[in-house]
């Protein structure tokens, strides 16, 4: 199972980044997916899932403004980030759970303000 995360990058405040992890091994169609992210010096978080039934969560502090999905013809799960604002800098990490964890090797968000 391999877990490829991608999509980060340096933006304003203000702007918008895509981040996408493909999955190869493992499908996500089905799987409880998720995105989390650790900022410097903190403990690493969950940003946003979406169940084996397709419920999505949002941590409160991005609700409105992330976005997660899932595009299965791609095999991939996706992570729409508008409005980023400086508190979301953080290494962003993918997670597919199937009987364990699998995570990605995470992606560097950078937000100036």
């Known amino acids: 199972v391999q877990l490829q995360a991608s999509g980060g990058g340096l933006v304003q405040a203000g702007g918008s980044l895509r981040l996408s992890c493909a999955a190869s091994g493992i499908g996500v169609s089905r799987n409880y997916v998720a995105w989390y992210r650790q900022a410097p010096g903190k403990q690493r978080e969950l940003v946003a899932h979406?169940?084996?039934?397709?419920?999505?969560y949002y941590v409160t502090s991005v609700k409105g403004r992330f976005t997660i999905s899932r595009d299965n013809a791609k095999n991939t799960v996706l992570l729409q980030m508008n409005s980023l604002k400086p508190e979301d800098t953080a290494v962003y990490y993918c997670k597919v759970y199937f009987t364990r964890n699998y995570w990605g090797q995470g992606t560097l968000v950078t937000v100036s303000s």
């Open positions: 979406i169940t084996s039934d397709g419920v999505t």
